[in-house]
């Protein structure tokens, strides 16, 4: 079965620089979620859009945004890199709003490494 | 957000079972669930459970939650050394915008 795509797998950049991140969701799933997972820790939400709108937002940084496209794939912007933002970032799918009808499916992230 | 609270660590001998526990704050989760993360990979899902359940099983995975607690558990029986990762707890919102994760349980198998 397909599953969530992430791409790219690793990324390398050095502060103060931008990046994208993208995830392309199981067909038929309508809404996507953004976690951060830093070193040690558990993931933590940054946000979801249900049918290409924002759904919820939860502890992203200003520096970054994120959208929803036609396609309901999602990209993920970060600007103004820092070391801090050095993390594995996690894209989730689900057919409609997860923890009420169904779960969230995870993509298998993408490392990013601030230099 | 939402407290949910794991032992950081756990270890078992090869072929005993595994108990991982899990509290949770709040209690409008509709699902409640369990994720397994292997070192330097993604999220896989385990197995739920709907909150108006006591037991759900699922081969060697058996979950029980008592809701009064809040107290959600994840047996692994006849644990195995490819167990042995990062597990983690997981309850939605009451909105199903996303997930809350507890700290996650370091299981380390013995052989």
């Known amino acids: 079965a397909a599953g969530v795509i992430q791409s790219p797998r690793h990324l390398i950049k050095e502060k103060r620089e931008t990046a994208t991140l993208k995830c392309y969701p199981i067909p038929r799933h309508d809404t996507v979620y953004w976690y951060q997972q830093g070193p040690g820790q558990d993931p933590q939400f940054l946000i979801s859009f249900y049918e290409k709108m924002q759904s919820d937002k939860g502890s992203i940084p200003d520096r970054f945004s994120a959208q929803q496209f036609s396609d309901y794939h999602s990209e993920l912007n970060m600007s103004s890199l820092e070391l801090g933002d050095s993390a594995l970032y996690f894209c989730a799918s689900s057919l409609g709003l997860a923890g009420t009808t169904d779960t969230q499916y995870f993509g298998p992230g993408t490392r990013l490494t601030v230099l | 957000g939402e407290d949910v609270e794991q032992s950081l660590f756990l270890s078992v001998r090869e072929g005993d079972s595994s108990v991982i526990n899990c509290t949770y704050t709040d209690s409008s989760s509709t699902y409640l669930y369990w994720y397994k993360q292997e070192p330097g990979a993604g999220l896989q899902l385990l197995t739920y459970?709907?909150?108006?359940?006591d037991m759900k099983q699922d081969q060697r995975l058996t979950v029980l939650l008592n809701k009064k607690d809040k107290h959600l558990s994840l047996r692994i029986a006849d644990t195995q050394t490819g167990d042995s990762a990062i597990y983690f707890c997981?309850?939605?919102?009451?909105?199903?915008?996303?997930?809350?994760f507890g700290t996650g349980t370091s299981l380390t198998v013995i052989p």
């Open positions: 997981a309850e939605g919102s009451d909105t199903g915008n996303q997930f809350y």
């Open positions: 459970i709907f909150s108006n359940m």
